[in-house]
């Protein structure tokens, strides 16, 4: 992780930050009640940000070169593809 401070405040503090307003987020869409196909996508899309967020910095693989990193991002794209076309086709 990078030592670079903005604010006083280190990037992976930024990202927990970023995580805990993505899933205030989706609960309050919870909450309210919202539904619909673009809704869902929404939601949808913020997991993956999130799960690509927690791959590169507290995994660690924000560091790391070449074939690794790509594991973490087949494993949310592929299901991420699957679960949109699943809510799409519905």
């Known amino acids: 992780m990078s030592s670079n401070k903005k604010l006083g405040i280190?990037?992976?503090t930024w990202v927990y930050l970023?995580?805990?307003?993505f899933?205030?987020?989706?609960f309050?869409?919870?909450?309210?009640g919202f539904s619909g196909l673009q809704?869902?996508?929404?939601?949808?899309?913020l997991a993956l940000i999130k799960g690509q967020l927690v791959g590169?910095?507290?995994m660690g693989l924000g560091s790391v070169r070449g074939i690794w990193?790509?594991?973490?991002f087949i494993w949310l794209f592929i299901p991420g593809m699957?679960?949109?076309t699943a809510f799409y086709l519905s």
Do not use: E, K, N
């Not at 899933?23 to 989706?26: D, E, K, P, R």
């Not at 990193?69 to 973490?72: A, I, L, S």
């Open 69 to 72: 990193r790509w594991p973490v």
């Open 39 to 45: 809704v869902a996508l929404g939601v949808l899309f």
């Open 10 to 12: 280190r990037p992976c």
């Open 82 to 84: 699957l679960i949109s």
């Open 18 to 21: 970023f995580l805990m307003f």
């Open 23 to 26: 899933s205030f987020v989706t």
């Open 28 to 32: 309050l869409i919870g909450q309210m």
């Open 56 to 58: 590169h910095y507290f």
